[in-house]
């Protein structure tokens, strides 16, 4: 008489552990695979037909399910092994961490894994699994940019005041330009790679067909975007556009209208521009924190949507596709809200250690 397989079963918040282990890509892959061979037995399937799908012996099908069957989902991890004892002690970690600390050899930008494991006389494994409990990226890279203006609390404290809680007959715009976007022309569609996934495909090569500069304002209350595309970005252009902005704006001639500005050139020495708008009030970011301007938010969204990727044979084309898409964007636009009530000019640099002035 033939003997009867073990049933599985397992709660739910055990299933659940199962499925998000057999989708990582972080823990080992023989534990992922493991917990492929339970959730296949847990949907009914024979230990022969895991087997075939899975590329393992019967054998290895059977002993897993008898693990988990009597420990559950502990009896998928491999039991503690004596092994051979540690080699590498705190001494070889805190040289590791010195290393990395040092200028890289001659020739070399940063350090990588195979030179710090020539370096140390040690394998690269070694330095992968310690790097990697340690959380070291060597090759990983964050930029920042921290504001040395001297101004820089006061100017944050006035525009984050204006995003927060604007005066009542104020309307608050935020300005800025894209400048020099380029209309490139190359084929693009999709491809179905080797794992058989269908991914958006463009060609290396392309056509330079001119570029054009866009002029965008956002208005913070209501989310809509006003913009014009130029070929020029002089500061006879930004004028051009904040007279056409004005006359498009809601409001009439009590209505105070605040601009949001980083520092770039077009936008200093208006004096006379404002002398004849007197209800106009720029308000300039603090060096090196464009960031602060919330249209920037938006030229994310529309680089996203419009420009990456696509194809423009000439600069008409490029310039209605901006134009067409703020007039999508401005059927749902929506405000953003600024959830950053203090902003402070040390708190980058304060995250950032190790790191020469």
Known sequence: MSRKSKELSCDAKTFQELQRISRSLKDEYRLVQRSLIILSLLEGKQVKTVSAEQ????????KWRDRFYLKGLSGLYDNPRSGKPRTYDLEWEQAVLEKISETPPAGLAKWDQPTLARELNT??????????????????????????????????????????????NAVVICVDEKPSIQALSRRTGFVKTRDGKTVRAIKSTYRRNGTRNLFAALETATGIIHGKVTTTKKRDDFLSFMDELIAELPGNEMTEYHVILDNYCIHKRCDKWLEKNKNVVFHYTPTSASWLNMVEIWFNIMTRKVLRGSSFDNTEDLKQAIEKYISYYNEDAEPFVWKKRDVVGSQIKDTIINLSG
């Open 123 to 168: 394998s690269e494994d070694a330095i992968q699994r310690f790097l990697q409990r340690k959380g070291i990226q060597l090759s990983r890279m964050r930029t920042w940019c921290v504001s040395t203006d001297p101004e820089f609390a006061a100017k944050a404290a006035d525009i984050v005041g204006l995003y927060m809680s604007p005066s009542e």
């Open 55 to 62: 590329g393992v012996e019967e054998n290895t099908v059977t």
